[in-house]
């Protein structure tokens, strides 16, 4: 799709914006809805730093799956849902992905960590292509330098797909 107004749903809020035909999604959360959780490594695709989920209604329901916000452009968000990590402790309270990376010491700069939360927390939701997966395939597309990604795959087993 081209450039102009788009809409979408954050949170379960309708947020309209109007958009460049390739401006990014990451840009978007980072500099325009101050949704800085979502972090920019490569900006290319490849190490997972940005990953939200985008989701497709379908009636009540949702289908999610775990994109990378970097190569995203706005205007494919348009009629769509989305979901960055700041969505899993919307109450105050955090999501047992979360929790579990704490308690596993899966995150040490930190730099990563939301990137695998998204990852892991939509294998916890069904998000598309996790269902009987293993946990080091869903994190396939995240790249970590500094835990050695055991503490990781723990945290992720430790919730319940
Ligand atoms: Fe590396 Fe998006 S910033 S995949
Ligand atoms: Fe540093 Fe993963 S904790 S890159």
């Not at 990451?26 to 979502?38: C, I, S």
């Not at 999501?95 to 939301?114: A, K, L, N, W, Y």
Request: net charge negative.
């Amino acid at each position: 799709p081209g450039g102009g107004n788009v809409s979408f749903l954050l949170d379960g809020e309708i947020v309209s914006v109007t958009a460049g035909a390739t401006d990014s999604v990451l840009d978007l959360l980072r500099y325009k809805l101050r949704r800085t959780g979502t972090k920019e490594g490569c900006a290319e695709g490849d190490c997972g730093a940005c990953t939200v989920l985008l989701g497709d209604p379908d009636g009540e329901a949702v289908n999610w799956r775990a994109v990378n916000a970097c190569i995203l452009f706005v205007p494919m968000l348009d009629g769509k849902a989305l979901k960055t990590v700041e969505s899993l402790s919307a109450g105050g309270d955090l999501h047992p992905v979360q929790r579990e990376m704490i308690d596993r010491h899966g995150s040490q700069c930190g730099f990563c960590t939301p990137g695998f939360v998204m990852s892991l927390y939509g294998r916890s939701v069904g998000a598309a292509g996790t269902t009987g997966e293993p946990v080091a395939d869903v994190i396939a597309g995240n790249l970590c330098r500094c835990t050695g990604y055991g503490p990781i795959l723990e945290a992720g087993e430790a919730v319940p797909a």
